[in-house]
């Protein structure tokens, strides 16, 4: 069974707005990592946050982490029409094995 | 630096038939992985190489997939004999430090 679960499933926003889509998990996890797919095309790593952080930043992303409520968030600041895409969370808890489980996946939609 | 490398991009095979998928990772990076992502849901991890020696294959249908990474570079993913299922874009993945991923652009495999 896939570990994340995103949520929502799909969402469409005005260009310019901001995009928060939220991912829960369930057992504990040495870091949590987010992916960005466009469609027909393979995924691209965007961020990753370890169990000890709680935010980190990148460009127009933001992602915080929960441990104790287990869920990460993304927030898309400023979003722009290249930024349509499913996004996908990723969460390692294997401790050394290094194996990614991903969750469903949000489709985000930017209306220009 | 060149990107992961998969072939071919498309394949269109009956049940029973067999097919194989061919990976290059990016140079230099140990750890390779084979993905299966069915339409509308997150990659699922087949297996997962570090050099060439299996590291994870736990959900990987032995009955009819196969993979091997020779040499510890290049790897295949056969299936024989393919189900409708089977159906899906099958992702090859590289990583060096086993934290973040790459990703080829994968091959969409279609049973008819």
């Known amino acids: 069974s896939q570990q994340g679960e995103e949520d929502p499933q799909a969402l469409s926003i005005q260009e310019g707005e901001n995009a928060t889509m939220n991912c829960s998990y369930k057992?504990?996890?040495?870091?949590l990592q987010w992916y960005r797919q466009n469609s027909g095309r393979g995924l691209v790593h965007l961020i990753l946050?370890?169990?000890?952080?709680r935010e980190k930043h990148s460009g127009r992303l933001r992602v915080t982490l929960d441990t104790s409520k287990k869920s990460s968030s993304l927030l898309i600041t400023a979003s722009r029409a290249a930024d349509t895409a499913s996004y996908f969370c990723a969460t390692d808890f294997n401790f050394g094995n290094e194996k990614l489980t991903f969750g469903t996946g949000t489709r985000l939609t930017i209306i220009p | 630096e060149a990107g992961v490398a998969q072939s071919p991009r498309y394949k269109i095979i009956e049940k029973r038939q067999s097919v194989a998928f061919w990976c290059n990772p990016i140079s230099g990076h140990a750890t390779l992985y084979w993905y299966q992502q069915i339409l509308g849901q997150g990659p699922k991890l087949l297996i997962q190489?570090?050099?060439?020696?299996?590291?994870?294959d736990s959900q990987l249908p032995k009955d009819r997939f196969s993979a091997e990474r020779l040499k510890g570079v290049d790897s295949t993913l056969k299936i024989q004999p393919a189900k409708l299922e089977d159906s899906a874009v099958y992702l090859c993945a590289s990583s060096e430090t086993g934290e973040t991923q790459y990703f080829g652009p994968g091959t969409r495999l279609l049973v008819l």
């Open positions: 190489f570090q050099n060439n020696g299996v590291v994870d």
């Open positions: 946050i370890r169990s000890n952080e």
């Open positions: 057992t504990s996890i040495n870091n």
